[in-house]
């Protein structure tokens, strides 16, 4: 077994790599992980893009790991679960846990949390023959079929556990038990979990690509229905008669941290300003050229920030160019003064403020390094935080000026 192991947004060496093994990773990684050609037919290389964690094929283990490090990554991950529901010391950030131990951690953590007062209940239409009436006797049907009427067809409202949020968590948990890796203490967690979920359909990752709609009624599954949802997006089996089986398990970082600014400036921001995550608009006036921000920080109903959070600028100016085009132009059609450009890592990391001609539209480009200590990132998010407070609602008193001026040079 050949174990290669990147960072994110990395090459590998030239190793060989036979037909089969190739095949099967080309299936499961597509868009995830390059699989480059070499002189050498019977050598491939990787190239890691911003999606980290583990991939099992045939004779081959592929890990890809962030550069930032793993208590970093957790700490994005866990954005949006309620405090206190995971400490350092129960997943081992420390000791350099594996990424989808550490994932799976939190997600039968938040998954535990959210059930343990029992599953959530809810009404579903069901049309079935029975063997007397129930609900509303389906009269069409019987007309169709009257030498079926010994067992009337019925249309009723079933209040029941088997409904789209369970099933959500249900799947996350099945497709965790069959990882191959995952240790013995998560797999137990798992499988007592798994328990509570009896009476509720099995479905496949494709079936909850949507996610669920959060309501009032399930807002105490948001959590473990949002880490289910990333976990799901990564997750990839595949088995072919007479194989073994092939697995990928990966986290796309810029989703991951996208996610967590977003949750963070949140935190910070409200009740004064809301951050909205991509809200639909459009750029035209009759709605056919629809678009759909990453971020945008309303005033009430009135959007007064466009925001762009990125994980990694990858390129020199003209790169980036590219990539702020479509904010500058969601900040022009909103229209909003103030366009931020949240990142991570840059090649070449852009001046910290532009003023676009022809718009006017300011763009602040701010970096939020993730090498740095849990306090530094705090204090770092808070300087963001203000500075979007300030371009959204005005200028600070005189005695605040002082915090929100070191984030940019100019407010």
């Not at 935080?385 to 609602?393: G, H, I, N």
């Amino acid at each position: 077994m050949r174990t290669v192991t990147l960072t994110e947004h990395s090459t590998s060496d030239p190793f060989p790599l036979g037909g089969t093994a190739r095949e099967r990773l080309f299936d499961l990684v597509a868009g995830r992980l390059e699989v480059q050609a070499t002189a050498d037919p019977g050598q491939v290389r990787l190239r890691s893009t911003s999606w980290v964690g583990a991939v099992h094929v045939p004779g081959l283990t592929v890990r890809v790991t962030p550069r930032a490090g793993m208590a970093n990554l957790f700490t994005m991950f866990s954005a949006g679960i309620p405090g206190g529901t995971l400490g350092r010391e129960e997943v081992g950030w420390e000791g350099g846990v594996d990424l989808v131990d550490g994932v799976a951690a939190f997600l039968l953590r938040a998954i535990d949390d959210c059930t343990r007062r029992g599953l959530l209940h809810g009404y579903l239409h069901r049309e079935e023959s029975l063997h007397v009436i129930r609900g509303r006797l389906l009269v069409g049907q019987v007309a169709v079929r009257p030498w079926a009427a010994a067992r009337p067809p019925c249309g009723y409202d079933d209040f029941t556990v088997d409904v789209p949020e369970n099933r959500m968590l249900r799947c996350a948990l099945e497709q965790l038990l069959r990882w191959p890796a995952l240790p013995p203490v998560l797999r137990r967690g798992a499988t007592a979990l798994a328990v509570r979920f009896d009476g509720v359909s099995p479905t496949v990752p494709d079936d909850h690509r949507g996610g669920v709609p959060i309501t009032r009624l399930n807002e105490h599954y948001a959590a473990a229905l949002d880490l289910a949802g990333q976990a799901l997006e990564g997750v990839t089996i595949s088995h072919r008669e007479g194989e073994h089986r092939a697995h990928a398990f990966l986290i796309d970082l810029q989703d991951v941290f996208q996610r967590w600014v977003a949750a963070e400036l949140q935190a910070r921001l409200w009740p004064m300003l809301h951050v909205s995550e991509r809200p639909a608009y459009s750029l035209d006036d009759d709605a056919r050229l629809p678009v759909r921000p990453d971020l945008v920080v309303m005033r009430g109903a009135r959007p007064a920030l466009v925001l762009q959070a990125r994980h990694r600028l990858v390129g020199a100016s003209s790169a980036l160019s590219q990539e702020v085009s479509a904010l500058l132009l969601q900040a022009a059609s909103l229209p909003v003064p103030t366009a931020l450009l949240v990142y991570a890592d840059a090649e070449h990391p852009p001046e910290p403020q532009m003023r676009i001609r022809g718009t006017g539209t300011r763009l602040l480009c701010l970096p939020l390094t993730l090498d740095a200590t849990p306090d530094a990132l705090s204090a770092r998010l808070d300087e963001i935080a203000e500075l979007v407070r300030v371009s959204a609602l005005g200028p600070l008193p005189q005695r605040n000026r002082t915090q929100a001026s070191a984030v940019v040079p100019t407010i």
